[in-house]
C-alpha cells in the first residue's frame, strides 16, 4: 500500500481540501465521500472541512487498529456530537455507564438465549407479515420500507421489550424514530454547525425526539420501581439501576440512563434490520438470478408452511444474502472516533484530539480488499470462501469492546423475515427505477422508498 511520505520520513495522510471537495459534497456528499475513498485506496485519508480536519482510515488494517483499541479511540468529538444527542450515556456511550450497560444487557443477547427466543421471533414474524394478504389479494401496492419497519418494530418489541410497549406506543414510536433517522441527516454530514443555526430538518428531528422521550419516561414512571418477571431489556435495565443504584466513581444510574439505553437499543435493534431488508427488493429486481435461487432455497425448505426455528439451518443461501446486504449497503456506516493520547496509524502520527472516521461502507467497496466490490454476489460468504480475508476487510456490526451485541439477533430475524415473506408471495416492483441509489443520512438507505406488489402464493395452512 503506497502512502504519501515527507522529506524528512514521516508520512502524511493524503489531503482532500474543501475547495476540491464541496462542491461533490454539495451535489451528491454520498458519491463525494466514496470518490475520497477510491482515491485514498485504503491510504489515510484527511478531509478538509475547513472547521474540522477528520482522517478516514479505511484499510483493514487500520480499522483494527482504531477498533481494536477502543480506550485510545473513543466514542466523542464533533461527529460523534449528534448521535449522542439522541442516544446519550448508556450501551452506545462510553465509561462506567457504558460499562454497566453493557453488563446488564449482555446476557440477553447471547447465542443460547436468543437461541431460546427464536421460536416466539418466528411466530411473531409470521403474524406480523400474514397481514401483507390483504394488499395482497387486492395488488394494492406497499411500501417496502413501511412494510419491513412495521414487522421488525412488532418482533423486537414483543421479544426484546417484553411487551411493556403498547400497540398506542408502538405507533407513536416507530414515525418518530424514521423522522429522527431521516432529518438526522444535515447535523451528521455537519456537526460542527453550532446548534444554535438552524438546519433543514431540525424542527421535525426535535419533534421525533419529543415523542420518543414521552414514550421512553412513560415507560421508565411505570416499570422501573417493579419491571415484574422476565428477561427483557427494560426488565435488565431497572433491575440494573435498583440492584447497583449508583456505578463505581458515584454516577447515579438514573431513569435517563434506562431512557438512554432503551432508544439506543430500540434504533439499533430496528432501523438495523428494516433498513438492510428494505435494500433486498431493489436488489432482487436487479439480479434475477440471486431472487431465483433465493426463492428455491425457500420453497424447497419451508414447502409453503410458516417459518419456523427448524428451518434457519437450511437457509443457508439466505444467510448468504443477507450478509452481502450488508457489505454493499451497511446500515451503520460512519463509526466515529477521538484518539484520548498521541499515537500512529500506518506510520502517520496522530495528535491527541484528532477525529479518525472508520467507514464499513467504504472500506467494503475497496477494489485492494474486495473483488468485483460494487457487485453483488452472495456467494463471497458460501461455506469455505473468504478464508483469507482480513478480520477487518467485513465489520458491518463494528469491532472490538464496542462490536454491537445485537448482531446475532440481527442476522437470525432478518433470514426469518425474507423467508416468511417469499414463502408467501413473490415480490414485483413498481415505480422504481433501477438500479437503486443509496442515499445518506445516519443511515444508508434506497434513495426511493420501493413500493411492492406481493403476488400470493399457494401455502400449506
Known amino acids: 500500500m503506497s502512502a504519501t511520505v515527507k522529506t524528512n520520513?514521516?508520512?502524511?495522510?493524503?489531503?482532500?481540501?474543501?475547495?476540491?471537495?464541496?462542491?461533490?459534497?454539495?451535489?451528491?456528499?454520498?458519491?463525494?465521500?466514496?470518490?475520497?475513498?477510491?482515491?485514498?485506496?485504503?491510504?489515510?485519508a484527511r478531509l478538509d472541512l475547513g472547521a474540522s480536519k477528520p482522517l478516514i482510515a479505511t484499510h483493514p488494517d487500520h480499522v483494527q487498529k482504531v477498533l481494536r483499541n477502543s480506550g485510545d479511540y473513543v466514542r466523542a468529538g464533533t461527529f460523534w456530537r449528534p448521535l449522542h444527542g439522541l442516544m446519550g450515556d448508556g450501551i452506545l456511550g462510553e465509561g462506567e455507564l457504558w460499562?454497566?450497560?453493557?453488563?446488564?444487557?449482555?446476557?440477553?443477547?447471547?447465542t443460547r438465549n436468543v437461541n431460546t427466543l427464536v421460536g416466539r421471533m418466528a411466530e411473531t414474524i409470521d403474524e406480523a407479515v400474514g397481514e401483507l394478504d390483504g394488499p395482497a389479494?387486492?395488488?394494492?401496492?406497499?411500501?417496502?420500507?413501511?412494510?419491513?419497519?412495521?414487522?421488525?418494530?412488532?418482533?423486537v418489541l414483543r421479544v426484546f421489550f417484553g411487551e411493556k410497549v403498547s400497540p398506542a406506543e408502538i405507533e407513536r414510536l416507530g414515525p418518530?424514530?424514521?423522522?429522527?433517522?431521516t432529518k438526522l441527516v444535515f447535523r451528521f454530514l455537519l456537526p460542527f454547525v453550532p446548534e444554535a443555526v438552524p438546519m433543514p430538518g431540525d424542527r421535525a428531528y426535535r419533534r421525533g425526539v419529543q415523542i420518543m422521550d414521552e414514550v421512553m419516561y412513560g415507560l421508565?414512571?411505570?416499570?422501573?420501581?417493579?419491571?415484574?418477571?422476565?428477561?427483557?431489556?427494560?426488565t435488565a435495565l431497572c433491575r440494573a439501576r435498583t440492584e447497583q443504584g449508583h456505578t463505581e466513581q458515584g454516577h447515579e444510574v438514573s431513569g435517563r440512563w434506562i431512557r438512554d439505553n432503551l432508544v439506543a437499543m430500540f434504533a439499533t435493534s430496528t432501523e438495523t434490520t428494516s433498513t438492510a431488508l428494505t435494500w433486498l427488493w431493489p436488489t432482487l429486481e436487479s439480479h434475477p438470478d440471486v431472487a431465483r435461487r433465493l426463492y428455491d432455497e425457500i420453497e424447497q425448505v419451508t414447502q409453503g408452511k410458516s417459518v419456523t426455528a427448524e428451518h434457519l439451518p437450511q437457509l443457508a443461501y439466505t444467510r448468504q444474502v443477507v450478509q452481502e446486504l450488508l457489505r454493499l449497503y451497511p446500515v451503520g456506516w460512519l463509526f466515529p472516533r477521538v484518539a484520548r493520547r498521541p499515537d500512529s496509524i500506518g506510520g502517520v502520527p496522530i495528535k491527541a484530539g484528532q477525529s479518525v472516521l472508520i467507514s464499513p461502507y467504504l472500506t467494503h467497496r475497496l477494489p485492494s480488499v474486495w473483488d468485483r466490490p460494487l457487485v453483488f454476489d452472495p456467494d463471497r460468504f458460501a461455506p469455505g470462501r473468504g478464508a483469507d480475508r482480513h478480520r477487518y476487510a467485513y465489520f458491518p456490526f463494528g469491532g472490538g469492546q464496542h462490536q454491537c451485541i445485537g448482531m446475532h439477533v440481527f442476522n437470525l430475524e432478518a433470514q426469518l423475515v425474507i423467508a416468511s415473506i417469499l414463502s408467501r408471495y413473490r415480490p414485483e416492483l413498481r415505480g422504481f427505477t433501477a438500479p437503486a441509489a443509496p442515499r445518506i443520512g445516519a443511515t444508508i438507505r434506497p434513495s426511493q422508498d420501493p413500493k411492492l406488489i406481493l403476488h400470493p402464493l399457494d401455502r400449506v395452512r
Open 137 to 155: 389479494r387486492d395488488r394494492r401496492p406497499v411500501s417496502a420500507s413501511a412494510a419491513m419497519i412495521r414487522i421488525v418494530n412488532r418482533t
Open 176 to 181: 418518530a424514530f424514521e423522522a429522527v433517522a
Open 99 to 110: 460499562a454497566l450497560s453493557r453488563r446488564s444487557l449482555q446476557p440477553l443477547f447471547t
Open 9 to 44: 520520513g514521516i508520512r502524511k495522510p493524503r489531503n482532500f481540501p474543501l475547495y476540491k471537495t464541496l462542491p461533490g459534497f454539495i451535489r451528491n456528499p454520498l458519491k463525494e465521500i466514496e470518490h475520497i475513498g477510491r482515491v485514498a485506496d485504503g491510504d489515510l
Open 220 to 234: 421508565v414512571e411505570r416499570y422501573r420501581d417493579d419491571p415484574g418477571p422476565g428477561e427483557d431489556i427494560f
